[in-house]
């Protein structure tokens, strides 16, 4: 199974600072398609997980472009440029590449 | 609009067992490849069960292989998970998921929408 390792895994930001999640794969999660199946989800308190970015940089539909994707191979990364008090809640990477589907342990973003 | 509600949750003891379902409604059920995944109690997400949008193609997670099986009915556009030999580290919240592309069984899928829940309790 491939293992998503998350750091750090929990952060504190004052509204507005921006804020940077890291995520390493072990395995490379470059498919022979040429695409890369690295997603982020954030699960908002009391709720269920909502899709950030798809294959690793692309926003979801509705995503404000204050969170952006990068990384490849192994390494990602989440930023969010200017954080906001609704973006409080628990952050999650996530490979497709090949079942199982598994997930980091998650991020958790408080405001300062 | 998309929903996915699912139901079945509830306290069982050890070693019994549960069917919990997921009504879809909003999309062409059949058209999509559908997940389980399932989060402790204070937890992170684990991926439970996959079924292809045809039914023809299911994978489980070793953490339940051969205890749980997923299923579903395209007449009533519903999604199941039955659910045997319950143990304590199967109390969890369940989600069933929503996995595009549409048509595709395979790697780079990923959920666009999740229901909201139901909690499974495996107690004595």
């Known amino acids: 199974d491939i293992v998503m390792t998350q750091t750090p895994l929990s952060l504190s930001v004052t509204p507005g600072q921006p804020a940077s999640i890291s995520c390493k794969s072990s395995?490379?999660?470059?498919?022979?398609?040429?695409?890369?199946?690295l997603y982020w989800y954030l699960q908002k308190p009391g709720q269920s997980p909502q899709l950030l970015i798809y294959?690793?940089?692309n926003r979801f539909s509705g995503v404000p472009d204050r969170f952006s994707g990068s990384g490849s191979g192994t390494d990602f990364t989440l930023k969010i440029s200017r954080v906001e008090a609704e973006d409080v809640g628990i952050y999650y990477c996530?490979?497709?590449?090949?079942?199982?589907?598994?997930f980091g342990q998650g991020t958790r973003l408080e405001i300062k | 609009q998309v929903q996915l509600v699912e139901s079945g949750g509830g306290v069982v003891q050890p070693g019994r067992s549960l069917r919990l379902s997921c009504a879809a409604s909003g999309f062409t059920f059949s058209s999509y490849t559908m997940h389980w995944v399932r989060q402790a109690p204070g937890k992170g997400l684990e991926w439970v069960t996959i079924?292809?949008?045809?039914?023809?193609?299911?994978y489980y997670a070793d953490s339940v292989k051969g205890r749980f099986t997923i299923s579903r009915d395209k007449s009533k556009n519903t999604l199941y998970l039955q659910m045997n030999s319950l143990r304590a580290e199967d109390t969890a919240v369940y989600f069933c998921?929503?996995?595009?592309?549409?048509?595709?069984?395979?790697?780079?899928?990923?959920?666009?929408?999740w229901g909201q829940g139901t909690l499974v309790t495996v107690s004595s």
């Open positions: 998921a929503r996995a595009r592309p549409e048509y595709y069984y395979g790697s780079g899928s990923y959920y666009d929408y």
């Open positions: 395995q490379s999660l470059l498919h022979s398609d040429g695409k890369t199946y």
């Open positions: 294959e690793v940089s």
């Open positions: 996530m490979q497709s590449i090949q079942l199982p589907i598994t």
């Open positions: 079924i292809s949008f045809d039914g023809r193609n299911k």
